[in-house]
DNA sequence: TTAGGGTTAG
């Protein structure tokens, strides 16, 4: 029963005040890290703001300069013991003073825990607002409640309190945890409580938990008021639900409740987030049409903006950005971060923004300095980006790794590896604790610059670092090992990535499975061995077909869908070279002695028709029971197979997956149906000599491929392919099952079936268990 | 000693 050991205030582990269930902050969520992600930044921002004296729980300082240092051990120590001992109640409150100040909430709290044991607590010297204060930046609910705990006669002000330190942790579960306590303690719930409780169901996007609260209260006989409205409207927004919103918002009106400005932009947030432009705009009309008209504030531009860029109306943004001069806001922060985020692809007008927020003197915070670095990297002004931080260092303004981590990322835009690289050292000198995905933007940068050792060196570096490469990582690092076709470095990665318990992804499912299609082709040309008679079947055996198959089934496993090229590419990793030896102890291996130069189709006898190895089949007809290619009903006459849409491999294996289909039902005595299959075509332009464009049908690759195929096989077939469709005949195709076989008079009589048709029985019946019924062929 | 609203990429 432990919270979150990695607090924001880098604290010892702590018990909970609720039984059962831990509390965990949650600010600390994870993060695909690249190139940078919102947690993190809102995390660091929480770091940046309300902590500058942050301790780690090792005792290492983390934002290390100085001051901190020294700052950090004037405080007692983390565990709280050494405080109380033998020291004064009121010296210890100084200390827990100084500790809230600090932000270090689980160490008041130990501190205060302590002095009760001791019996030298008086709550009524220790200011309350001030500690639920601190716990609503930190969203420190668990410390909340270990405080009220210490509280000996809470009042309802003291569960508000609470209540608000759980809204806004989202917390809903607390929130409730809150009300009980409220109805323990005999109290009569106000609207206030109520009003919080729903803020706190809005945030957490309870939208029906939120509505039930209201209805309770007003069962309850409390009047709701316009914060109660605000809330619920709030609540609505965030969901995305326009209709409710507006419902509230009736209400609300047959209630004569005035709505005021909080409540207006609530509905323009709704509107602009369900992408109802117009209906924002009606929403500020409305605001002015008020008896006593109310002018919209900087958050009604900020909602307004986003709500234009939602849209794509990126210019009725910037028109909007201007009511800004309109009205005469000076605004926060967060509306020019808004501004500037909404319309990234304009330089010039980010500029003028930073320009009128210095001008009105609004300091701009790391969040804003990050997306504007952000938008001179995509307008590939490096230099820029690298002045817009060395200008807010120089105006004192404390810049984090978030800033950091955009300007990592805008080097990467800009293909710049040597900065990114720099920049990379210099914060490593400058001991700032690197985020993962300022490391991937730095990875991304040395990848695109073709720096792959380098890139493989911080790969390593990052472990020392205290970081743990993501997916994300692996991913930029596979793609990049793909271009260099370097699969040792690409086998590397891959294991260490299931070292770091990384599960797989497409894009590295693809790159590995790319290469090794590669490295077997190669193989295949030089003539290398890469089947095996091992097992008595035939059966493609080497090094590159068993990675590919071993990344497949790993990535379905993780849940990731194979794309058709993936499939195609382990389907080419399980071709059977064009070799005519392979194919004459294919034959071979069939144990039928025939006259071969009177009958060529043998290779309908053979498992995977002498193409591929059969595992191909069983590839294939999963990936129809996924969907990745559609099913063929083996009962239509004729059989329609349709390839047009599939790539070489996948076209072939997918149409002898058919073939192999209607030699068992050929088998279990049914008459075979023609068969039908439906090929890509490409159209092209001719220019004819009389004048005028004639456009003409050409077959495609995969047309040619599976008409190359049929070919091979022996297997006659009317129509061209430079139709768009060729057809097999039943009979045709019952002949070519059943090849009329010279046998030696050592196995049989000539013409004796026996023997042969025992080994294809066996065969069959090997293959059918691996058959899904109902897969392939919907029967 | 108490309540409702915003900020981040691909």
């Given amino acids: 029963m432990f919270a979150d050991s990695e607090n924001v205030d880098g604290n010892v582990p702590v018990a909970t005040y609720k039984e059962g269930l831990p509390y965990r902050r949650r600010d600390s969520g994870k993060g695909n890290g690249f190139p940078r992600d919102r947690k993190i930044r809102n995390l660091n921002k929480k770091i940046y703001q309300s902590l500058p004296l942050l301790a780690h729980p090792n005792g290492m300082i983390r934002n290390l300069n100085k001051k901190n240092y020294q700052s950090f051990h004037q405080f007692p120590h983390p565990n709280g013991m050494q405080v109380t001992d033998g020291k004064h109640p009121s010296e210890q409150l100084s200390a827990y003073n100084r500790l809230l100040r600090a932000g270090r909430l689980t160490e008041c709290v130990e501190l205060l825990e302590d002095m009760e044991r001791n019996s030298l607590l008086d709550m009524n010297k220790v200011y309350h607002a001030k500690f639920f204060e601190k716990c609503k930046s930190q969203k420190a609910v668990n410390e909340a409640f270990r405080y009220t705990k210490l509280i000996p006669n809470p009042t309802l002000s003291t569960f508000n309190m609470l209540m608000s330190v759980c809204g806004s942790s989202q917390d809903s579960e607390g929130a409730f945890q809150v009300l009980r306590l409220v109805q323990e303690a005999r109290f009569k719930v106000d609207c206030k409580l109520y009003t919080t409780l729903i803020s706190t169901c809005a945030k ?115 028109e909007v950005y201007e009511m800004i001069h309109q009205y005469n806001i000076k605004g926060t922060p967060e509306v020019y971060t808004i501004a500037v985020n909404c319309c990234s692809g304009d330089w010039g007008f980010a500029c003028r923004v930073y320009d009128d927020m210095t001008r009105k003197g609004v300091v701009p915070d790391e969040m804003f300095l990050s997306v504007l670095i952000d938008a001179a990297g995509h307008a590939g002004k490096l230099d820029a980006a690298f002045e817009i931080l060395e200008n807010a260092r120089d105006q004192g303004i404390n810049i984090g790794i978030v800033s950091y981590s955009s300007l990592m990322g805008a080097c990467s835009k800009a293909k710049n590896w040597q900065k990114a690289l720099d920049l990379y050292e210099d914060l490593k000198s400058m001991k700032m604790r690197q985020t993962v995905s300022t490391v991937n933007a730095l990875i991304t940068a040395l990848c695109d610059g073709d720096q792959l050792q380098k890139a493989m060196e911080v790969l390593s570096d990052m472990k020392g670092l205290g970081l743990s490469p993501n997916c994300i990582t692996y991913s930029i690092l596979l793609v990049a090992s793909e271009k260099k076709d370097d699969l040792d470095a690409g086998l590397m990665l891959l294991s260490q990535a299931k070292r770091d318990r990384i599960s797989l992804n497409l894009v590295m499912c693809r790159c590995i499975i790319g290469m090794c299609l590669r490295g077997f082709v190669k193989a295949c040309t030089l003539g290398e061995p890469v089947v095996s008679f091992d097992s008595g079947r035939p059966q493609v055996d080497n090094k590159w077909t068993s990675v590919a198959l071993m990344v497949y089934r790993d990535a379905m496993v993780a849940g990731v869908m194979p794309t058709m090229e993936v499939l195609s590419q382990v389907l080419g990793c399980l071709h059977l070279p064009y070799d005519v030896s392979l194919q004459d102890k294919l034959i071979e291996n069939l144990g039928v002695s025939a006259d071969i130069s009177r009958c060529s189709n043998l290779y309908s006898l053979i498992d995977g028709f002498g193409e591929y190895d059969p595992r191909a089949f069983s590839v294939v007809e999963e990936a129809a029971s996924l969907g990745i290619v559609p099913c063929v009903s083996l009962k239509s006459i004729p059989v329609v197979v349709d390839v047009r849409n599939l ?77 768009g469709k060729i057809r097999i005949n039943g009979l045709v195709l019952r002949r070519w099952f059943q090849p009329k076989l010279h046998v030696s008079p050592f196995m049989g009589k000539p013409g004796d079936w026996s023997s042969s048709q025992s080994r294809l029985g066996k065969g069959i019946t090997h293959q059918q268990r691996d058959i899904r019924t109902g897969n392939l062929s919907s029967e």
């Fill in 204 to 318: 957490s996007g309870k939208v029906d938990l939120m509505f039930e609260v209201f209805h309770e209260m007003v069962n309850a006989g409390v009047e709701p008021n316009v914060h109660t409205y605000g809330a619920l409207i709030d609540g609505c927004a965030r969901a995305g639900q326009v209709a409710k919103a507006f419902g509230a918002y009736g209400i609300m009106r047959s209630k004569n409740v005035k709505p005021d400005r909080v409540v207006f932009n609530a509905l323009i947030t709704a509107c602009g987030q369900s992408g109802a432009v117009d209906r924002a705009f009606d929403v500020l009309a409305e605001m002015g049409a008020e008896t006593q008209p109310i002018d919209p504030d900087h958050i009604t531009i900020g909602a307004l903006i986003r709500a234009c860029a939602n849209a794509g109306q990126v210019d009725r943004a910037q």
């Fill in 647 to 723: 790539q070489i491999h996948t076209a072939e294996v997918y149409l002898l997956t058919v073939l192999k289909g209607l030699k068992h039902r050929l088998a279990a005595g049914a008459k075979l149906p023609n068969v039908t299959i439906l090929l890509p075509l490409e159209k092209t332009q001719l220019l004819s000599p009389k004048g005028g464009d004639k456009t003409i049908n050409l077959a495609g690759r995969v047309s040619q491929a599976v008409a190359a195929l049929l070919r091979r096989l022996g297997l006659q077939y009317q129509g061209n392919e430079s139709y």
